[in-house]
Nanobody
Framework: QVQLVESGGGLVQAGESLRLSCAASGSIFSINTMGWYRQAPGKQRELVAHITSGGSTNYADSVKGRFTISRDNAKNTMSLQMNSLKPEDTAVYYC????????????????WGQGTQVTVSS
């Protein structure tokens, strides 16, 4: 089994900051890409940012310059530092991890966290 536990969501005012964290545990052989997605009410889930095992990052245009993704490969954890938050950042944020559970796995499989609510008031 693999567990992804997210933390750090909450209610803040526009311009403030939040830091989200995701910890992966359980039967894990290797982790490839880790990422954050978000889903606002009535909208499709969208990629916010992702980071490869080598540290390469990619961000949605809407968060570039405001959000920073990072990971600790030794601890199987990932964080998202969110600065200068805007009301349009309000959404449920999901941790997504692409991993192999054993050395014998041919392909990595995607796992999702339960989601954490981020609400930004104007």
């Amino acid at each position: 089994q693999v567990q992804l536990v997210e933390s750090g969501g909450g209610l803040v005012q526009a311009g403030e900051s939040l830091r989200l964290s995701c910890a992966a545990s359980g039967s894990i052989f290797s982790i490839n890409t880790m990422g954050w997605y978000r889903q606002a009410p009535g909208k499709q889930r969208e990629l916010v940012a992702h980071i490869t095992s080598g540290g390469s990052t990619n961000y949605a245009d809407s968060v570039k310059g405001r959000f920073t993704i990072s990971r600790d490969n030794a601890k199987n954890t990932m964080s998202l530092q969110m600065n200068s938050l805007k009301p349009e950042d309000t959404a449920v944020y999901y941790c997504n991890v692409l991993l192999k559970r054993t050395y014998a796995d041919t392909y990595a499989r995607a796992y999702w966290g339960q989601g954490t609510q981020v609400t930004v008031s104007s």
